[in-house]
């Protein structure tokens, strides 16, 4: 282990044999920290906000729309697609994103790839699951073909 007091940054070998870098109070590991989002940047403050403005618009038009209240409409249908890929862009993201443990902020891929499999990845991969399930179904029952398929399947009991 070596100290460099003046820039108080410390660089020690764990025992995977790599090299892990303490810059302050960040975590990063070799190349792949240039992958992953620090946790109080710009771009994650503004990715947060964006996701605050999509929940809202979920947390508004949901209930609407399993009461019947809200009338389906195709522009309803292209802002549930829009809907459905944020959150799925919200999962990678997620994967990428630094946090903060006892006051040091986490940016090695690998751990902040694990620490979220180990909190929200399974909780949202059902919520996007079904956001894209609802969605193809939505597409098949509008586009005709489950009319076409309910065709061949009648077509076939005649025989």
């Known amino acids: 282990n070596s100290v460099d007091t003046q820039n108080f940054s410390v660089v020690s070998r764990h025992s995977s ?3 892990v870098m303490v810059t302050g109070t960040e ?8 992958l992953v989002c620090h946790p109080f940047s710009v771009r994650r403050i503004v990715f947060d906000a ?3 403005v999509v929940m ?12 019947g209240i809200l009338s389906t409409t195709s522009f309803l249908h ?6 459905t890929i944020w959150w799925s862009l919200d999962m990678v993201m997620n994967f990428f994103s630094g946090y903060q443990h006892k006051g040091i902020v986490e940016l090695r891929l690998s751990a902040t790839a694990w ?3 180990r909190s929200w990845f399974a909780l949202d991969f059902v919520l996007v699951g079904i956001d894209c399930v609802n969605l193809f179904h939505t597409a ?6 489950a009319r076409s398929a309910k065709t061949i399947r009648f077509s076939r009991s005649l025989r």
């Open 17 to 19: 044999h790599r090299a």
């Open 27 to 34: 975590l990063r590991d070799g190349w792949s920290h240039r």
């Open 50 to 52: 964006c996701n605050a």
């Open 56 to 67: 809202a618009f979920d947390m508004v038009l949901i209930p609407l729309e399993v009461a």
């Open 78 to 83: 292209v802002l549930n697609f829009l809907v």
């Open 115 to 117: 620490a979220y499999v």
């Open 140 to 145: 098949w029952i509008s586009s005709g073909i």
